[in-house]
């Protein structure tokens, strides 16, 4: 399978998905330490690709959505953006009330 077809089946394949560098439990930088803490914070059940552990995913996916830097966040299909970004969003309530409403989907 191509990998930009591998990277929309990922973005497609759950409501949040979080493109980061590591794991929830071991974030490798710290802008994907802070995605997984917002999200968290959020109440978001989501999904992660470690984009350290697929590098093909790595190389293609900033040219799949014209976002060049990780994390990168997809609620429903649809890019969010980065980390700051996604702190902008955190801190004006947006954040959580996407999550909340793919989540009642």
């Known amino acids: 399978m191509d990998v930009m077809e591998r990277i929309k089946q990922k973005v497609e394949g759950a409501p949040i998905v979080l493109f980061m560098k590591g ?53 429903g299909g649809e890019l969010v953006g980065g980390c700051d970004i996604m702190m902008e969003l955190f801190q004006r309530g947006e954040l959580q009330q996407m999550v909340k409403d793919v989540q009642q989907g």
């Open 23 to 75: 794991t929830p439990q071991f974030p490798m930088c710290g802008f994907s330490a802070r995605a997984v803490q917002a999200l968290q914070q959020s109440g978001a059940r989501f999904e992660t690709v470690d984009v350290l552990a697929d590098p093909e995913i790595r190389q293609h996916l900033p040219r799949y959505a014209n976002w060049p830097t990780f994390p990168q966040l997809y609620i």
